[in-house]
């Protein structure tokens, strides 16, 4: 049962380079999410998804990009790194918004 | 934006000690999650309270959801190291969700 998975786990990008962070969940959720948590704090939504097709912004959007063209994968585009984008991505799926599971998290550092 | 605040951020008590962490905001959410979090993984959802007023109980660990359902409290009773970690709570409203900044639980043998 794999539930959410994400990849890559780590990366280092250059300022300036740009790359997708891939996001796929298996439970048929509608729900999915995009985090970013710097260290020592709580979780900040970038994006998030109610279903196929449909997207949001959340509280940090800037800098980044999602499209949800199918139930199971949420991919986050990253255009132009910069070094404040270095930080642990989760991503995260859900029947409702009365709960989430979280993937793994890929740890990104932009220099 | 629905702000969280979590208190206290930071936690060391011996085994067997109880322990009550804070999550208060000014906003109404429609559900609040807690989750625990360890070193290197992502968070893990420990309970869902949907009403307010709602006492939920998990082994060692209650939850309560705030009859105005602005704020929650999670009391662990006999803490064991195993409960060492991060505990956030996160707030849902509008298909979103905020979270607090956290409380980092160091339970000492």
């Known amino acids: 049962n794999a539930g959410v998975t994400q990849t890559p786990k780590f990366r280092i990008l250059k300022i300036g380079q740009s790359m997708t962070l891939q996001c796929t969940q298996d439970m048929n959720h509608n729900y999915m999410y995009w985090y970013r948590q710097d260290p020592g704090m709580g979780l900040k939504l970038i994006y998030y998804s109610v279903g196929a097709g449909i997207t949001d912004k959340g509280e940090v959007p800037n800098g980044y990009n999602v499209s949800r063209s199918t139930t199971e994968d949420f991919p986050l585009r990253l255009e132009l790194a910069a070094p404040s984008q270095t930080s642990v991505y989760f991503c995260?799926?859900?029947?409702?918004?009365?709960?989430?599971?979280f993937g793994p998290g890929t740890r990104l550092t932009v220099t | 934006t629905q702000l969280l605040e979590q208190s206290p951020q930071f936690l060391s008590i011996q085994e067997g000690e109880n322990l009550t962490v804070y999550c208060n905001s000014s906003?109404?959410?429609?559900?609040l999650q807690w989750y625990r979090q360890e070193p290197g993984e992502g968070p893990v959802l420990l309970v869902t309270v949907v009403t307010g007023g709602e006492v939920k109980k998990l082994k060692r660990l209650t939850f309560q959801f705030g009859d105005a359902r602005k704020d929650s409290s999670l009391h662990i009773t006999a803490a064991q190291p195993g409960d060492t970690g991060l505990y956030l709570c996160a707030g849902a409203w509008r298909d979103k969700f905020y979270f607090g900044s956290g409380t980092k639980l160091n339970v000492k043998p």
């Open positions: 906003s109404v959410f429609s559900s």
């Open positions: 995260a799926s859900g029947h409702k918004t009365y709960e989430q599971y």
